[in-house]
């Protein structure tokens, strides 16, 4: 069974950069086809996508973020990171990492628990 947890501050100072780590199990994040991805939910609103980095490294961006995101990953600790940095109160939310890509959201198995990011000023 596949797993997944995010990890990381809970509070970052408006301007600076956001760091979080999903750290993947019973997987890896080098499996043909297969695609890491975040997303985020604001309070009150609905879930937005942020990227994703798949199997070979390659990484895609939602336009509004692109300026701003970096997914990287450690294949070694079979973990994926997500930096956002210049965050503004926007950033405020819950932050999950999950095993899918793009579309479909609705299909996706693998998703972790969430984790609440706030941005403090």
């Known amino acids: 069974q596949v797993q997944l947890r995010e990890s990381g501050p809970g509070l970052v100072k408006s301007s600076q950069t956001l760091s979080l780590t999903c750290t993947v199990s019973g997987g890896s994040i080098s499996t043909n086809s297969y695609y890491w991805t975040w997303i985020h939910q604001p309070p009150g609103k609905g879930l937005e996508w942020i990227g994703y980095?798949?199997?070979?490294?390659?990484?895609v961006y939602s336009p509004s973020l692109k300026s701003r995101a970096s997914i990287s990953r450690d294949t070694s600790k079979n973990q994926f990171t997500l930096q956002l940095s210049a965050v503004t109160d926007e950033a405020t939310a819950v932050y999950y990492c999950a095993r899918g890509g793009h579309q479909y959201i609705d299909q996706w198995s693998y998703w972790g628990q969430g984790t609440q990011v706030t941005v403090s000023s």
């Open positions: 980095i798949d199997y070979i490294d390659v990484t």
